[in-house]
């Protein structure tokens, strides 16, 4: 790209192979996602097994040669039942004395975001210039948020 600064003209390079660089690395990425995808199935294979050897062994844990100690850790999942809705668990939750502090007031940062960007594509479609995101929400709320812009790099075709 050339630029006109005067007198002189001044020539801007992209450095291609920093672009390829880049490049590599994602797919590295890319590889190294899908390996440890493949790797927690196998490792959430052997889980079911070990467990069964465990109780059938009336053992807590097992300790390898190496060093390593595999053991038994019991967990607790909390999660809403079939056909209950969110603002139905919220409300008998607030509704009990000693579980009223689990519920917590809160707003969609994603959903927040998603306007924010139908309301830039609604002023591009209107020809109007871009703008600062956080100016498109109105100011009582402008003043409660944090809004920026990040730009970043994305490759395709990887």
Not at 43 to 56: E, N
Request: glycine content about 8%; some cysteine; charged content about 35%.
């Amino acid at each position: 790209m050339n630029e006109d600064n005067g007198d002189q003209a001044v020539v801007h390079t992209m450095n291609i192979t920093r672009c390829k660089e880049l490049v590599d690395l994602e797919r590295d990425k890319a590889a190294l996602k899908k390996r440890l995808k493949d790797v927690e199935k196998k490792i959430k294979a052997k889980h079911g097994p070990i467990l069964a050897d465990l109780l059938r062994c009336g053992m807590k844990n097992v300790s390898l040669e190496d060093g390593t100690t595999l053991y038994k850790k019991r967990g607790i999942f909390c999660g809403k039942a079939e056909g209950v809705s969110m603002p139905e668990i919220c409300a008998a939750l607030t509704g009990c004395e000693e579980l009223a502090w689990a519920v917590e007031e809160t707003y969609g940062v994603a959903k927040l975001k998603e306007w924010l960007g139908e309301k830039e594509t609604e002023r591009a479609s209107a020809g109007e210039l871009p703008c600062d995101p956080s100016m498109l929400l109105p100011e009582s709320i402008r003043k409660l948020l944090k809004v920026s812009e990040v730009t970043s790099i994305v490759v395709l075709g990887k």
